[in-house]
């Protein structure tokens, strides 16, 4: 009689019994993976693992047990189970790791002084690995042990590079890559008033091997003004041939930098991409302001006005004058207070950040975050 037969009407003694040889004969050839992996409690179906009963369970937390070698052995691995226990396409998975664990990190200053030459930040960090179509998963918390042994160090690719091959050896993985976020603090001065204030940069670090080939990229986010050059021309006329008062719409707007860094060509330091974009479009937000500074403001933006795709070829012109950079991604967002869209613009020079595809929502994460 077949199962569905069996299932098309009430089991009976016979059938549960023949279905328990079944059980207990796949059990003795399953590897324990594989039986945790269907039901746990079939392991008690083996032979010697018996229960009459269910057990009485303690339900104090033993604060003195401590693992040993022995018992840690006994512990359920799943993760690098069989192929067998593999759910879904046997495919390989290009990335798969941790992602935003947040570790303080040292970093080092290109004008520290001494005694100011590094500076503390908390750094979100993502880590992830390739995985073969042939293997179950990985252990994670393997890729959080490996950075950990370098997370006392003050950070730089450098750095980076030995913390990657560490959790490639440690993963037996082929392709990896290393991300570290951070906001990143510089002393900025006002216009005109003297006052000085500190300006936050959202950057990244990400190191990448694929293939066995590295790249080393930097990622900077970047907030300026942007007057439109067409309603500055439409102001000044309503005031020249009507004597009407108009003011021209500028908005906060955001542009973030994605660059390869060359090696041979010296150190690019996080100031050096800052200033970079300040000489490309100097209108950058301000952090302290009195009054004669709101005025220099409004001068400074009258001297620069900027359309989304002006502010894309800027930084591209800075870029490509940096023997450091090799390929770039652009993207900047003028967040309009005209319209009720905003004016986008993406610009890349060289493979590594050409793409046919955009993530619907990568022109929503050109924020500014307080």
């Not at 992996?37 to 303690?58: F, H, I, K, Q, T």
């Not at 192929?83 to 495919?91: D, K, Q, V």
């Not at 590079?161 to 890559?177: F, I, M, N, Q, T």
């Not at 860094?261 to 800052?274: K, P, Q, S």
């Amino acid at each position: 009689m077949t199962l569905h037969a069996t299932l098309d009407r009430d089991p009976r003694r016979r059938d549960a019994e023949d279905a328990l040889a079944t059980l207990r004969a796949w059990a003795l050839s399953a590897t324990p993976e594989e039986v945790a992996d269907l039901d746990p409690a079939v392991a008690r179906l083996l032979p010697g693992r018996e229960v009459a009963n269910y057990p009485d369970l303690s339900r104090a937390y033993p604060d003195a047990f401590a693992p040993d070698a022995l018992y840690r052995a006994t512990l359920p691995d799943l993760q690098n189970g069989p192929a067998s226990l593999i759910r879904g396409a046997r495919s390989a998975i290009q990335h798969v790791g941790v992602s935003g664990f947040r570790v303080p990190i040292r970093y080092r200053l290109r004008d520290g002084g001494p005694g100011a030459s590094e500076v503390c930040l908390e750094t979100a960090v993502t880590g992830t690995v390739s995985l073969d179509a042939t293997r179950k998963g990985i252990n994670m918390s393997r890729l959080m042990r490996s950075f950990y042994r370098f997370a006392d160090e003050a950070f730089s690719f450098d750095v980076m590079e030995r913390a990657l091959d560490a959790y490639k050896a440690d993963l037996g993985s082929v392709d990896a890559r290393l991300q570290m976020r951070f906001r990143f603090p510089l002393r900025v001065p006002s216009l005109r008033s003297g006052l000085s204030g500190w300006q936050y940069y959202d950057i990244a670090l990400e190191l990448i091997e694929q293939a066995g080939a590295r790249k080393k990229i930097f990622h900077l986010d970047y907030v300026y003004a942007s007057t439109c050059p067409c309603s500055l021309e439409l102001s000044e006329h309503a005031r020249q041939s009507r004597g009407q008062l108009a003011v021209p719409h500028a908005q906060r707007s955001v542009a973030r930098l994605s660059v390869e860094v060359l090696a041979g060509h010296g150190r690019l330091w996080f100031e050096d991409l800052v200033e970079l974009c300040r000489a490309a479009v100097p209108t950058e937000t301000q952090v302290m302001v009195k009054r004669e500074d709101e005025q220099a403001f409004a001068e400074l933006n009258a001297a620069h006005p900027i359309f989304v795709e002006d502010a894309a070829r800027l930084f591209a012109e800075g870029c490509l004058a940096d023997p450091r950079i090799g390929d770039f991604r652009v993207l900047a967002s003028h967040q309009e207070s005209l319209h009720s869209h905003d004016a986008v613009s993406l610009l890349t020079e060289g493979p590594t950040f050409a793409t046919e595809s955009l993530d619907p929502r990568l022109f929503g994460t050109l924020l500014h975050a307080p």
